[in-house]
């Protein structure tokens, strides 16, 4: 069985998705708790705010930093202290607040070493998936990045049923029971083969990287991927409940939890079909369908039609991050670590712009979470536009891809 694990690719794309599932557990369990910090630690809302800010730019740092430190550590020394982060700031969560004499100083430092872990995940998993020799690179891609979809799904249910039957002030149980999760892709890790991302004299500095016109396009189009799917994610809930005049429950359930589920579907459908379902057309279809659905959320004025268009501008994202790492992986083959690591941190960049033009251009019209939204349309319309300009080559890249040439 050892030896299966240690030889065998199947067994890294496996400890793959569960490493997109410890990303989702870092990213969405602790604003679960949002509220039990406020009333337990006597928090303040600024301060609550506060802590989410850290983990995003903390993130942000780390992407910008693993361009240059992980082809020097190695990869999987890299993604082994990932991991070793994540369970350290899932197990610091539920101790460090005591122990520190100040709650609010242990939750950061809490959210500082998950971040830390979550930033690292994010960069080298899907170059560590993309090196695998599979076949079909997008499906294994597209695949990969669904099982953040379904984690964050059961991040949000399991907990909600484990508040339900053990009570919410038993979270720190709950807290070290998450950190078994990346406890155990850390051993995985150190078992499972690597492989490399791409061969030493056909790698890219990253001067030679940003020197190619085409990189800048991709990093757009991630600017406006994640812009497009945290836009809608972030502000579904308080749209459904403010602009739509539903229940809190129901918004939750209709909105961020049908968004997360129908991203991942999105996901889970292109890599089952993408024999049949050419990479680009799918992006640009997905595009139209998402300004549909922006369109559909905003003006219907019916909350049932109005919650089916937040579900559904799920269903329309799901391709849009994987699918550019793809297509980015064919043009760039020697782009390496500082590629994955710059087209993340434009993928950062984007979901935190994106819920705040939403947030700015709401205000700006006396706090009309319509036209927030309506604002964002920008970003599928810019990748529409930015798909398109890539021009025919990239079908050519991707049946490269397919036969192992690329």
């Known amino acids: 069985m050892l030896h299966a694990v240690r030889s065998k690719y199947e067994h890294t794309i496996y400890a793959g998705y569960l490493g997109y599932i410890t990303q989702a557990i870092v990213n969405n369990f602790a604003p679960l708790l949002f509220l039990t910090f406020a009333r337990d630690y006597r928090l303040s809302l600024d301060q609550i705010t506060l802590l989410t800010t850290v983990n995003f730019f903390v993130q942000l740092c780390v992407d910008l930093a693993s361009?240059?430190?992980?082809?020097?550590?190695?990869?999987?020394?890299?993604?082994?202290?990932?991991?070793?982060?994540?369970?350290?700031?899932?197990?610091?969560?539920?101790?460090?607040?005591d122990l520190l004499g100040s709650a609010y100083a242990g939750l950061m430092v809490s959210v500082v070493l998950y971040a830390i872990g979550g930033g690292i995940v994010e960069v080298l998993v899907s170059p560590i998936i993309e090196s695998c020799p599979t076949q079909k690179k997008e499906a294994a891609m597209s695949l990969l990045h669904s099982f953040y979809c379904w984690g964050h799904v059961f991040v949000v249910l399991a907990s909600t049923v484990f508040f339900r039957l053990c009570g919410v002030g038993n979270w720190k149980v709950l807290a070290c029971m998450w950190a078994l999760?990346?406890?155990?892709?850390?051993?995985?890790?150190?078992?499972v083969?690597?492989?490399?991302?791409?061969?030493?004299?056909?790698?890219?500095s990253v001067k030679g990287l940003f020197c190619q016109k085409i990189f800048w396009l991709f990093l757009v189009v991630m600017i406006c991927a994640g812009a497009s799917e945290q836009a809608m994610s972030q502000w579904a809930s308080a749209f459904a409940e403010a602009g739509l005049q539903?229940?809190?429950?129901?918004?939750?359930?209709a909105g961020p939890c049908a968004f997360a589920l129908l991203m991942g579907s999105s996901r889970a459908v292109y890599a089952k079909y993408s024999d049949r379902l050419p990479l680009k057309r799918y992006m640009k279809t997905s595009a139209v369908l998402c300004i549909v659905c922006y369109i559909v959320a905003v003006f219907s004025g019916h909350p049932v039609i109005g919650l089916l268009g937040c579900a559904l501008c799920g269903f329309s994202v799901g391709i849009f991050w994987p699918g550019t790492f793809s297509i980015a992986a064919g043009r760039l083959p020697g782009g390496g670590t500082a590629m994955y690591a710059f087209m993340a941190l434009a993928g950062d960049v984007g979901c935190s712009s994106g819920p705040t033009v939403v947030g700015l251009v709401a205000s700006a019209f006396g706090g009309d979470l319509k036209m927030g939204l309506a604002a964002a349309m920008i970003f599928p319309v810019m990748i529409l536009i930015g798909i398109s300009l890539l021009g025919a080559r990239g079908s050519d890249c991707k049946e490269r891809r397919k036969h192992g040439t690329a």
């Open 67 to 97: 361009a240059k430190v992980m082809d020097r550590i190695g990869y999987r020394k890299g993604i082994v202290g990932a991991h070793l982060f994540a369970a350290l700031g899932l197990v610091g969560m539920a101790f460090l607040p």
């Open 193 to 204: 083969p690597l492989y490399p991302v791409a061969g030493g004299s056909e790698e890219l």
């Open 246 to 253: 539903v229940s809190k429950t129901a918004g939750d359930l």
């Open 181 to 191: 999760v990346p406890l155990f892709n850390l051993f995985y890790f150190s078992l």
